[in-house]
């Protein structure tokens, strides 16, 4: 049974860094893809970045150059280090993980709709 835990959230004032943690267990060596994903109050969730398991990411472009995602395979754990926080990035931030479904040939896609195992959330709150 696959379980993604994040944590690391949490309030902080416009300009300010957050780092974001997803701790997965379970059958993770299935994974092909991993990602980020956000949801503001009255909005649809939206996806931030994604992961391969080789490594190969891609952003959404309100992020880039803002948030750096990572992860270390022997730990099971993803990251997510959010830079210059600004209050539009104020969200509940979900971790996502695929099996097959959300690879391609141009990596992993940030459609919410291709991934299947998803965590709680943790809440991200950015004060100006």
């Known amino acids: 049974q696959v379980q993604l835990v994040e944590s690391g959230g949490g309030s902080v004032q416009s300009g300010g860094s957050l780092k974001l943690s997803c701790a997965a267990s379970?059958?993770?060596?299935?994974?092909?893809?991993m990602g980020w994903f956000r949801q503001a109050p009255g909005k649809e969730r939206e996806g931030v970045v994604t992961?391969?398991?080789?490594?190969?990411?891609n952003y959404a472009d309100s992020v880039k150059g803002r948030f750096t995602i990572s992860q270390d395979n022997a730990k099971d754990t993803m990251y997510l280090q959010m830079n210059s926080l600004k209050p539009d990035d104020t969200a509940m931030y979900y971790c996502?993980?695929?099996?097959?479904?959300?690879?391609?040939?141009?990596?992993?896609?940030?459609?919410?709709?291709?991934?299947?195992?998803w965590g709680q959330g943790t809440q991200v709150t950015v004060s100006s």
């Open positions: 992961i391969s398991r080789g490594g190969r990411t």
């Open positions: 379970g059958y993770t060596y299935r994974f092909n893809c």
């Open positions: 996502a993980a695929d099996i097959v479904g959300a690879w391609s040939a141009g990596g992993c896609t940030i459609e919410k709709n291709y991934y299947n195992y």
